[in-house]
């Protein structure tokens, strides 16, 4: 029904930035919460941004606000994360999420999952 797929991801050098994009297929896309969740390799997945179904509201774990945004483009149907100063501990694989409900989002309860998009940061 939903088909999320993630770009963008790529090598950079401590401090700098790149900007992550999630594009969505399916007519539920307009109604439904979008974030973003990262696994390092040996590490449990983390929620990382979220973004409510009217754009309104945003969500970002502690390690990452003030550095990271979040948007989405219901006419384009895609979600995207901005990174900004970034850290070598923010290397990790970058997966794209979509749900009918926000809360159940930033509790890691996604509906739909996509295929990852490596990021990583180098010191």
């Known amino acids: 029904q939903v088909q999320l797929v993630e770009s963008g991801g790529g090598l950079v050098q401590a401090g700098g930035s790149l900007r992550l994009s999630c594009a969505a297929s399916g007519h539920t896309f307009s109604t439904y919460a979008m974030g973003w969740f990262r696994q390092a390799p040996g590490k449990e997945r983390e929620f990382v941004a979220a973004?409510?179904?009217?754009?309104?509201?945003?969500y970002f774990t502690d390690s990452v606000k003030g550095r990271f945004t979040i948007s989405r483009d219901n006419v384009k149907r895609s979600v995207n994360l901005q990174m900004n100063m970034l850290k070598p501990e923010d290397t990790a694989v970058y997966y794209c999420?979509?749900?009918?409900?926000?809360?159940?989002?930033?509790?890691?309860?996604?509906?739909?999952w996509g295929q990852g998009t490596q990021v990583t940061v180098s010191s």
């Open positions: 973004i409510s179904w009217n754009g309104v509201n945003t």
């Open positions: 999420a979509a749900g009918p409900v926000t809360g159940e989002l930033l509790r890691g309860e996604c509906k739909y």
